[in-house]
């Protein structure tokens, strides 16, 4: 995974992560990552708060879920599904944080995800 120099990310991007090491229902290995924390933030600490991706077919149903486009690469044609019940704080430096193909979240399916965030967290 290439970094361009200076690069940091920003809110709304969509980012590789290592989420190793994991510990039960966690998600292991590397994966996509909704970055919700803004560059500022992101640069300054080197710590990115966000949700991570997955492909997997089951959260269709899983009411935390949000369907946000499909995949490519080599899982191309398969729905993306940012998990909102799996909020997460990564060092994006240390966990080879990238910039990934799928670049930004649209501003319609980014609006759901705090949706239904804000129905668990109940922040606002």
């Known amino acids: 995974m290439r970094v361009p120099k200076g690069w940091a990310p920003e809110r709304q991007d969509v980012i590789w992560i290592d989420c190793n090491p994991q510990r039960g229902q966690e998600m292991r290995d590397v994966h996509p990552f909704l970055v919700l924390s803004p560059r500022n933030f992101n640069e300054r600490t080197s710590l990115v ?3 991570p991706m997955t492909t997997a077919d089951y959260n269709a149903d899983n009411p935390f879920a949000v369907a ?3 995949a490519g690469g080599r899982k191309a044609g398969k729905t ?3 998990l909102c019940h799996q909020p ?3 060092d994006w430096r240390l966990r080879a944080g990238a910039p990934h193909p799928m ?3 649209a501003d319609a399916p980014l609006a759901q995800v705090l949706v ?3 129905q668990i967290l109940q922040l606002a």
């Open 49 to 51: 708060v966000g949700l």
């Open 68 to 70: 946000v486009g499909t």
């Open 80 to 82: 993306s599904y940012v």
């Open 88 to 90: 997460k704080s990564f």
């Open 103 to 105: 670049k930004r979240i």
């Open 116 to 118: 239904v965030l804000n």
